[in-house]
Nanobody, 124 residues
Framework: QLQLVESGGGSAQVGGSLKLSCVGSRLNSYTIGWFRQAPGKEREGVSCIINTGGITNYADSVKGRFTISRDNAKNTVYLQMNSLKPENTAIYSC???????????????????WGQGTQVAVSS
């Protein structure tokens, strides 16, 4: 069974950057999504990348600031987060979808094998 492990979270100032990593064996066979859940809010999709890296998608709120990428040789998917805002504070998790899921939307219901998450805290 695919197991995903996130890392790279932490504290950042407004306008700062963090780079999250999602590692898993055989990860290169899956579409991978990044999701976040803030206290008292529902989990929401942040970004998605298909197994080849050829298609990506982003939530409107992060377009132009966040970049998803993957290195299949390292079984790793990254989320580069720039120009961070306080509202980006949340637990960020990665999850997997079948290889033929083309990231048309980033609905958590389409994903499984959730990692434990990594906390991101943005302060002014």
């Amino acid at each position: 069974q695919l197991q995903l492990v996130e890392s790279g979270g932490g504290s950042a100032q407004v306008g700062g950057s963090l780079k999250l990593s999602c590692v898993g064996s055989r990860l290169n066979s899956y579409t991978i999504g990044w999701f976040r859940q803030a206290p008292g809010k529902e989990r929401e999709g942040v970004s998605c990348i298909i197994n080849t890296g050829g298609i990506t998608n982003y939530a409107d709120s992060v377009k132009g600031r966040f970049t998803i990428s993957r290195d299949n040789a390292k079984n790793t998917v990254y989320l580069q987060m720039n120009s961070l805002k306080p509202e980006n504070t949340a637990i960020y998790s990665c999850a997997a979808a079948p290889w033929n899921y083309l990231c048309g939307n980033i609905n958590p219901n389409g994903f499984g094998s959730w990692g434990q998450g990594t906390q991101v805290a943005v302060s002014s």
